[in-house]
Each structure stands twice: as C-alpha cells, then as structure tokens.
C-alpha cells in the first residue's frame, strides 16, 4: 500500500508521524513542503490543499485515505501495525 507523507520541517507533529512511521518499518514518500522552492512548492501546497481541504500539516495519504494531524490510531489502523 502506498503511503505519502506531506510535512513541515520545523513542525513537532510532523517529525513525530515521521518517526512513528520509521518505527513501525512503513516505507513511504515525503515531501517536506518548506524545503522546496518556487513552483515545486507551490504546486506541493497546492497538492495538500487538494487532498486534505486545507493547509495543516502533517498530512498522510494511505491508499485512498487521507489523515490530517498525527492521529496514531488511525494510522495503525489503515497500516495494521
């Protein structure tokens, strides 16, 4: 299952969804948003606000589910860890 993870650098709640998932061995694409520039940025804002229906971080895609905050349960539900 496919498993992204859209994040800021300076944000608390996304460095502790990235380690719950380097924990539980869950492979998965990150994007730091604040890392990027120029376009690549905004199109990655632009992304996050497609899925999610806002601008909050961190954001996690699994499959087809969309997970807004570093909701713990909910992410080892969908990753049955």
């Known amino acids: 299952m496919q498993v992204r993870l ?3 650098s300076t944000c608390p ?5 990235k380690r719950f998932l380097d924990d539980g061995s869950v492979q998965y694409e990150l994007t ?6 120029g376009q690549e940025k905004d199109d990655a804002i632009a992304e996050v606000r497609e ?11 699994v499959g087809d589910e969309v997970i807004v905050g570093f909701n ?10």
């Open 6 to 8: 859209f994040a800021l």
């Open 13 to 17: 709640y996304c460095r502790m969804a």
């Open 32 to 37: 730091e948003v604040d890392s990027l520039d």
């Open 51 to 61: 899925i999610s229906g806002g601008a909050s971080f961190p954001v996690i895609v």
């Open 72 to 81: 713990k349960k909910r992410i080892k539900e969908l990753l049955d860890l």
